[in-house]
């Protein structure tokens, strides 16, 4: 049934997919979307805000782009808001000039130390994955105000804890949604789950911070297991949930003392991202059309 909501979906009307998404997407403007954080602040809950794009066709964009998330971390300030950015890497001009790409994260990573606050690399699809980790390496030399994402179901994630575990970064670890090959990536949800509970507790171990982003249940009991039997101090850790998704179980685990951040897309390409995201995740698809009948 999820895959089947996933897919019809470029059939409906936009006004209706506009209606349908706004569960999980806090409107077009900045200002709408620093409006959800201050909401969600309000509530004792965290936030990152990701600007909606990626895989642009130059460097302008790459720079209008920084210019726009340049301008949301002085809100962010100026609002005394709790909450951190995301940036996908392909948006800020991986897939054109590795190089620029990485001079134009610095400076949004600077900036953000100016303002003390912290800025995420998100992971996209596997052809991103080599460039991504050696850019936010690049970064790591100077700045420690920067973390990066890791997806349980690539078979290759635990040589990359291994690799970068001299840094000991500040990880977000997801099970991982984009449509991969068998050879680079576990199809069984159950291995998908076990790796994901190894991973983090050798993160936890090595003593990583680690942003515990799932929206399964299983997920959360197994890290709450975890976190007692190392006895994890909540400084250590968080857990990271989609705007929209799930409330109740994020409500759960907030009100039980954990530290909670929610994911906060917003932006022009609301529209072609939902599409995306719901094709690549049909659970996600399940969650937000459950989530309208309740």
Same mark, same amino acid.
């Given at each position: 049934?999820? %895959?089947? /909501? ?12 506009? *209606? !349908?998404?706004?569960? +999980? /997407? ?23 805000? $990701? ?52 001079? /134009?994260? $610095? ?10 606050? !912290? ?5 996209? $699809? ?32 635990? $040589? ?10 500040? +990880?977000?670890?997801? *099970?991982? @949604? ?12 159950? @291995? ?5 509970? +190894?991973?983090?507790? *050798? ?49 759960? /685990? ?11 897309? !917003? ?15 049909? %659970?996600?698809?399940? +969650?937000?059309?459950?989530?309208? !009948?309740?």
């Amino acid at each position: 049934m999820d %895959r089947v /909501i996933a897919r019809t979906l470029p059939l409906v009307p936009k006004p209706i997919v506009r *209606k !349908f998404s706004s569960r +999980y /997407i806090a409107g077009e403007t900045p200002d709408e979307a620093l409006a959800t954080v201050a909401s969600l602040n309000a509530r004792g809950i965290r936030a990152t805000l $990701d600007i909606l794009g990626e895989h642009i066709r130059n460097l302008d964009q790459a720079n209008q782009t920084a210019a726009e998330y340049l301008h949301l971390l002085d809100e962010i300030a100026r609002r005394k808001l709790d909450s951190t950015i995301s940036i996908k890497l392909s948006h800020l001009g991986l897939k054109i000039d590795l190089l620029a790409c990485l001079k /134009i994260a $610095d400076g949004l990573v600077r900036r953000a130390k100016e303002l003390n606050n !912290f800025v995420r690399i998100d992971m996209e $699809d596997s052809s991103c994955t080599t460039d991504t980790l050696q850019i936010y390496r690049d970064l790591r030399r100077d700045h420690s105000n920067v973390g990066v994402v890791i997806q349980a179901y690539l078979r290759r994630t635990v $040589d990359d804890v291994a690799a970068l575990e001299e840094l000991t970064p500040n +990880y977000r670890l997801c *099970k991982g @949604v984009y449509v991969e090959p068998a050879e680079i990536s576990y199809r069984d949800m159950r @291995v998908i789950n076990r790796n994901y509970v +190894y991973i983090l507790e *050798k993160l936890l171990r090595s003593g990583s911070y680690v942003g515990i982003a799932t929206h399964d249940e299983l997920m959360v009991w197994e890290a709450l297991r975890i976190i007692r039997e190392l006895k994890i101090p909540p400084t250590a850790y968080e857990f990271q949930m989609l705007l929209g998704v799930e409330e109740q179980l994020r409500d759960v /685990i907030h009100k039980a003392g954990h530290n909670v951040r929610i994911y906060i897309p !917003f932006g022009r390409d609301w529209y072609a991202y939902s599409v995306r995201r719901l094709r690549e995740n049909p %659970r996600l698809a399940g +969650y937000v059309f459950k989530a309208m !009948f309740k």
